[in-house]
């Protein structure tokens, strides 16, 4: 597989939590998060949005709350199921998180989805400046 689209070793994704990177569509130009976590059978990656509010990420930078396989969006307690990213309780019960195919070889784990390019690792940075303009204060 291509060196540029290697997100990370497999030693690396976390056990208990989830690793976060970056990606941008191929068709488009605004970047995206998504996490990636082991599931029964390796690795499996989904975008970092919670199906109830799609703004709403699951990783908020520190690694996705996670209980007995499943990732738990803290806003409103929603359960996704590693595997197949069905929410399985809370208010998008029945919804699925959106995948992002990865594979792997010789230890690495690589982007394979054609949707979309690997941009990098870690959370979107926000710039400093922009924050004035996500304040809730409107005048
Ligand atoms: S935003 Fe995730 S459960 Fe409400």
Not at 16 to 28: I, S, W, Y
Not at 37 to 51: F, K, T
Not at 93 to 110: K, S
Request: proline share 2%; charged share 30%.
């Amino acid at each position: 597989m291509h060196s540029a689209s290697r997100i990370v070793s497999v030693d690396d994704v976390p056990e208990e939590t989830t690793f976060l990177f970056r990606v941008r569509p191929v068709d488009g130009d605004e970047e995206k998060e998504a996490i990636l976590l082991h599931d029964d059978e390796g690795v499996v990656s989904w975008l970092n949005y919670c199906q109830h509010f799609t703004h709403i990420k699951l990783d908020k930078g520190s690694g996705a709350e996670m209980r007995d396989g499943e990732v738990i969006c803290t806003n409103h307690g929603a359960y996704f199921e590693a595997d197949s990213g069905r929410c399985t309780f809370g208010p998008c019960e029945g919804a699925f998180l959106n995948e992002i195919e990865v594979g792997v070889e010789d230890g690495d784990v690589y982007l394979v989805d054609d949707d979309y390019e690997f941009v990098g690792t870690g959370e979107i940075e926000t710039a400093k400046d922009d924050l004035g303009s996500k304040s809730n204060y409107e005048f």
